[in-house]
């Protein structure tokens, strides 16, 4: 696991958000939130969200993260610092 990926990690549970469970994967993070969970709306706030929270994190060389989130029923994934190539991909 990467000095920034464990951050993340760090970072998201110390949100303390009831019912979510965040793990670290071989290539990101794992996001298991309650069945209830609006995926749309988290999708939609994420960037924003993600960019908010990474100023805390200044004592770590950023690099890319993969983040898997679930809620029981749909899940999306989101790459924060992709690689070139995944930047020009359709």
Not at 25 to 43: A, F, S, W
Not at 53 to 74: A, C, M
Request: proline letters at 6%; charged letters at 25%.
């Amino acid at each position: 696991m990467s000095a920034y990926q464990q951050k993340w990690v760090q970072i998201l549970q110390s949100a303390d958000l009831p019912g979510w469970n965040i793990k670290a994967v071989n290539d990101g993070i794992h996001v298991e939130m309650p069945h209830v969970t609006d995926l749309k709306l988290i999708r939609d706030i994420l960037p924003e969200t993600l960019a908010a929270l990474s100023l805390d994190i200044d004592e770590v060389p950023k690099s890319r993260v993969k983040f898997y989130f679930h809620n029981g029923y749909e899940n999306f994934e989101y790459v924060l610092n992709p690689h070139d190539v995944e930047l020009n991909e359709e």
